[in-house]
């Protein structure tokens, strides 16, 4: 008979580390041997639930990473370059948006590095409107009003006018 109960490998090893402990408890004769047995097992038990609690604490703040992107914004007219938004940030502050510059050239794309940054002016991520202003040139607005100009080499996909950096 096969059991639909899947059984989490923590509870295996804590179940394993109480039964050697039972298991030095019964075999052993001597006190001394009894009770380091009985420590060993308590440390193991001990370490193993702090590493356990810090997994869990280490896995619901992967949960909030507020990171999201890349997204794609805007589309050149020529349709060579495309704006994208990556969203970075820590978990307390509101997210800082990042713009860059792609190539659309399949497996041969290229990304700029940034043309530039855009932090929240509230507590909520800035909402972004990107358009090609040029074949090399972008606006772009923010939901709070700001507006940057910004352009890009189209050979070296480096940017010629920036705005809001560092990006920190």
């Given at each position: ?7 989490h490998p923590s509870a295996v090893l804590a179940g394993s580390v109480v039964m050697l402990m039972f ?117 772009v607005d923010a939901n709070d009003g700001r507006s940057w100009q910004a352009g890009f080499d189209p ?14």
């Amino acid at each position: 008979m096969t059991s639909t109960h899947d059984w989490h490998p923590s509870a295996v090893l804590a179940g394993s580390v109480v039964m050697l402990m039972f298991a030095g408890w019964l075999g052993l004769r001597s006190p001394t041997a009894v009770r380091a047995a009985f420590s060993f097992g308590m440390l193991a038990l001990l370490a193993f639930a702090s590493f356990a609690a810090l997994a869990d604490v280490a896995h619901e703040v992967a949960t909030l990473d507020p990171g999201k992107g890349p997204s794609v914004v805007a589309v050149s007219p020529d349709s060579r370059y495309e704006i994208i938004v990556v969203y970075s940030g820590d978990l307390i502050a509101a997210d800082t948006a990042v713009v860059r510059v792609r190539s659309r050239n399949g497996l041969l794309s290229r990304e700029s590095t940034d043309l530039g940054c855009v932090r929240p002016a509230n507590s909520e991520p800035a909402a972004l409107i990107v358009t090609f202003t040029g074949p090399h040139d972008i606006t772009v607005d923010a939901n709070d009003g700001r507006s940057w100009q910004a352009g890009f080499d189209p050979h070296a996909l480096r940017p010629t006018v920036t705005f809001g950096l560092p990006c920190q």
